[in-house]
């Protein structure tokens, strides 16, 4: 019941509004002040409390795929890191941030072949040389996602726009171009989803098949190993939790990094992005602070 926020409140916890247009409408009602951990920053721009989540939820896809590429699930019946004399599966990660590298880590450890494809020249030059020329990267185009699902075995979403809902990098279309039983596993189902297919699962029957391929898009993937993930979480926002219980909303005003973390307060939505996604007027923090 939105009845239980009210103003003056602060609401610190991951949010997710972009896709969400009910929660958003529930909070704004409330006028309380709503800071998503999705969207706070640091120093470098990187988004550290969703890091921790993200690097769970990365190395689970690949349990997560391993799992429904057996026969049993609907997949294709394949081991992912093949045995000797017999061809590995192909892992094709979209997306090559935390939740990217932390696949394509799990995925090249099992002795899968695995390709990351990313829009970031620069990041493709990290992940080059953070995995020796163990994991194939490539530029992200049409024509490249395009020639890497139609081949692949699994593909992992780890696509990310800040706050904003996740592009569509796979449509249904594309799908009857797959390989018969091939896996998505769509990380990003949490803002969206990537695939055009996806809609929320849940941990207690996680997948179905549309088009003879197996989709796996469990929301809040990390909730399957809750203490791994709570012990990561709290070291990540104890500190930001910390300052906005001394310092309560002037917090926000004193520290950029939260303030980039601020969704909704009063009645308004302060993310460009999260307003855009939602098709709702964006109010910079200072004019929502002038209310």
């Known amino acids: ?43 470098n721009g990187h988004l550290p409390l969703l890091a921790p989540m993200s690097e769970v939820a990365g190395r ?45 880590r799990m995925a090249a450890g099992l002795g899968a072949e695995v390709t990351v494809i990313d829009r970031s020249i620069p990041r493709l030059r990290e992940l080059d040389d953070l995995f020796a020329g163990r994991v194939r990267t ?6 490249s996602v395009e020639e890497e699902v139609f081949a ?12 904003a809902s996740a592009p569509k990098l796979v449509t249904r279309d594309m799908l009857k171009s797959m390989r018969p ?18 809609h929320p699962t849940t941990h207690a029957d996680p997948t179905y098949e549309v088009d003879g391929i197996v989709h796996y898009c469990v929301a809040n993937m990390p909730g399957a190993v809750p203490v791994t993930s709570s012990q990561a ?10 300052t906005l219980a001394n310092r309560g909303f002037a917090a926000v005003l004193e520290k950029p990094h939260l303030r980039d973390g601020l969704n909704v307060h009063r ?17 910079p923090v200072e004019s929502g602070l002038a209310a």
């Open 1 to 43: 019941e939105w009845v239980q926020l009210r103003e003056g409140q602060i609401l610190f916890t991951y949010l997710h509004l972009a896709p969400d247009p009910e929660q958003a409408k529930g909070l704004l009602a409330s006028g309380c002040t709503a800071i998503a951990y999705e969207t706070v920053t640091d120093a």
């Open 60 to 104: 689970l896809a690949i349990e997560a795929a391993g799992a429904a590429l057996r026969r049993s699930a609907g997949g294709r019946g394949l081991l992912l890191g093949g045995v000797p004399g017999v061809q590995p599966a192909r892992v094709v990660v979209l997306g090559g941030g935390v939740v990217g590298t932390q696949a394509a």
């Open 138 to 143: 490539r530029f992200s185009t049409i024509e």
């Open 152 to 163: 692949a075995d699994v593909v992992i979403g780890a696509v990310l726009v800040p706050g």
């Open 181 to 198: 039983g091939a896996v998505l596993v769509d990380v990003a189902i949490d803002q969206g989803g990537c695939f055009e297919t996806s």
């Open 233 to 242: 979480l709290n070291n990540a926002t104890l500190p930001f939790g910390l």
């Open 267 to 283: 009645g308004r939505i302060t993310n460009r992005a999260v307003a855009e996604s939602l098709g709702l007027d964006f109010a």
